[in-house]
DNA sequence: GCCGTTTTCGGCCCGACTGTTTTCAGTCG
């Protein structure tokens, strides 16, 4: 049987090479290569296996001829008579070693080599015992300070054999403030600003990066590391210091002064794969870019800006919104001055998914505030319209004739809010519901309920494994029902808990493209679902999006900006997004006929 | 080993911190 290469495997695999010659002292441009194409693999968006097959294999960024011609036996054979080659002789402990915070490839193979340590079962285990009966230190280059660092880090990882989980973006976000506002609570601090994948509005957010402007670093540093809820110091430096928080969050600081601080935003801010290219881009031109600013290499002159617009305008670029900043392409966009003109916050004018209490009967949750608070607070958020769409009755639990008289009632609250508070506030409620689409297709829903209804959006919330064919003709049987305006958070994924279901999506954006729908960008924090690299191929595929709070209270009515946020990490502009229309308009695309 | 708006050859991002060293290698972001 044929293994069936996955890209974290197959990524993997490649560090591994990279590791092997690392050890073996080859050039360090052939280690850096084979590591950039572990990297383009993990960040794929298509399975490596399907683009194999359709012999795409070299159009993966770092992989070049000599890669390309490694994996494609990998995944005919089954193996790389060149990658095992490479790995030959070295024990295979190290490559489960190399995984552990701290310790490289030369690190790792030091131990495996002098501890006799060569099968990776176990290999942690043994390493540990290792450092307890105080062998580490007596080797060459280790001392007493390393073993108990290794000691460490290895019943650490042993700790916590799943990877460490990464924060919601909101979790991420409150933390971060809280840490600021005890930063500037310091006299030294002039600024403090949160970086890193935070400012980038990443979905989840591993650690919390934090730059200070300050003239005193060390004052800073020494204030930052009296943060009450630090429970171990990773690393403190004159200018710089990571710490782990008691909730097992990373925290790392950086300070700049005030002269330095563009360059200081733009380093800190990344991507790490922004930073690269953009520093091998001014690399070309002259120029060496790092936290302190940027160097003419002829002459030696350092440019420090202030600003990070100051920054890139030297570059000759227009800033480049953080969103953006994933080396997707971006770079190149503002050379020819083509970056997109993002959506933002202000821009939306409604939410069309929202669960009011008013019991339907569904079959999932229900919401908790009632109708009229949740209109009141549309209002306050500057909307002109929003839509109430509660899960569908259960059909299980009802008749057909059950379920009308539901629908009527709720119809007919609707049409008094409209009447009356709505109304008061120049807002349009509109009469919707999210309807389960059934494993075959269908919409939970007998026929003549859809008259009762302004609109529908179908979502997927059960039989998730289905295979990717039959998955994606369920959806498009269920776009095709009456009423059905948008696909409900449209990949099913649950951030840190599931991954979305297999779905065709070049068939899905030809779908609500002919029958005029949209997707939605649902910004529920453990949703974001469009994710940010659909949103981008939904967008160049010509489909329009609507963003949406998915709210079940009035609070949740608040997490807009992070819907917002992935649509502007998926270089959404106004007009890809249709809930930015002004009622009128909006009406007209939405296909709601009112008087 | 990869790659091309000065190159199909000759380059390849940049700096901080740590520990074990007497000048630097390894690791990280």
């Known amino acids: ?49 399907d683009l194999w097959d359709e012999g795409k294999i070299n ?42 915070s701290g310790i490289g490839p030369k690190t790792a193979f030091k131990l495996c080599q002098s501890l006799k340590i060569w099968r990776k079962k176990g290999a942690l285990e043994r390493i540990k015992k290792a450092a307890e009966e105080g ?50 609570s310091s006299p030294w601090v002039e600024d403090a600003q949160p970086l890193g994948s935070l400012r980038r509005q990443c979905a989840t957010i591993g650690d919390i990066d934090i730059a200070v402007k300050t003239k005193k670093p060390k004052k800073v540093v020494a204030f930052f590391l009296k943060f009450p809820q630090i429970k171990q110091v990773l690393n403190q430096g004159e200018k710089k210091a990571s710490v782990v928080l008691r909730n097992e969050t990373q925290v790392d600081l950086r300070t700049q002064d005030a002269q330095t601080w563009g360059s200081m935003l733009q380093y800190f801010t990344g991507s790490k794969h922004h930073n690269i290219a953009l520093r091998e ?18 002459t030696g002159k350092v440019i420090r800006t202030k600003t990070e617009e100051e920054f890139y305008r030297y570059l000759g670029l227009p800033w480049i919104p953080p969103e953006l900043r994933e080396d997707q392409g971006e770079i190149e966009a503002a050379q020819k001055n083509k970056l997109p003109k993002l959506v933002s916050i202000k821009d939306i004018k409604g939410d069309l998914h929202l669960h009011s209490d008013f019991d339907v009967e569904p079959s999932h949750d229900l919401g908790k505030d009632d109708m009229e608070t949740m209109v009141k607070k549309a209002a306050q958020l500057g909307y002109q319209y929003l839509g109430f769409t509660e899960h569908n009755p259960s059909i299980s639990q009802h008749t057909s004739q059950q379920i009308i008289s539901i629908l009527s009632r709720k119809k007919e609250l609707v049409e008094k809010i409209n009447r009356t508070c709505a109304k008061k506030l120049n ?53 095709d029902f009456p009423k059905v305006r948008f696909l409900g958070h449209p990949t099913g994924r649950k951030l840190e808990m599931r991954e979305g279901y297999e779905v065709d999506w070049e068939k899905v954006f030809a779908k609500v493209l002919k029958n005029g729908q949209f997707l939605e960008v649902n910004a529920f924090p453990d949703r974001l679902d469009l994710p940010d690299f659909l949103v981008k191929e939904a967008i160049q595929h010509g489909v329009k999006l609507v963003v949406n709070t998915d709210a079940h209270q009035v609070e949740h ?17 106004k007009k890809d997004i249709v809930n930015t229309l002004p009622w009128r308009k909006f009406a007209k695309v939405f296909k709601i006929h009112y008087n």
């Open 1 to 49: 049987m044929k293994k069936q290469w996955t890209n974290q495997e197959v990524a993997e695999l490649l560090r591994a090479v990279a590791a092997a010659y690392e050890v073996r002292n080859a050039s360090k441009f052939k280690v850096i290569a084979y590591d950039r194409a572990a990297t383009s693999v993990e960040h794929l968006t298509t399975e490596i296996k």
């Open 59 to 100: 159009e993966i960024p770092g992989v070049g001829p000599s890669i390309a011609q490694h994996l494609d036996e990998l995944f005919a054979k089954g193996q790389s008579s060149h990658f095992r080659e490479v790995m030959k002789g070295l024990p295979p402990a190290m490559f489960e070693l190399i995984k552990i």
């Open 135 to 184: 062998k580490i230190r007596r080797l060459p280059g280790f001392g007493e300070e390393s073993e108990r660092k290794i000691k460490e880090a290895v019943t650490q990882a042993k700790l916590k054999k799943k990877e460490k989980p990464r924060m919601l973006l909101p979790y991420a976000a409150e933390l971060a403030k809280k840490i600021i506002a005890y930063l500037k």
């Open 281 to 298: 881009w001014a690399q070309k031109r002259g120029l060496s870019l790092s936290e302190y600013g940027i160097k003419k290499v002829k």
């Open 427 to 479: 807002i349009k409620v509109l009469n919707g519901l999210e309807v389960d689409i059934l494993p075959d297709g269908r919409l939970a829903l007998p026929e003549k309920a859809f008259a009762l209804l302004d609109y529908v959006i179908a979502s997927v919330h059960t039989s998730f494994h289905q295979p990717k064919e039959k998955m994606t003709q369920r959806i498009l049987t269920a776009l």
């Open 557 to 573: 009515m608040e997490l807009m900006p992070y819907g917002v946020a992935v649509a502007r990490r998926g270089w959404a502009r």
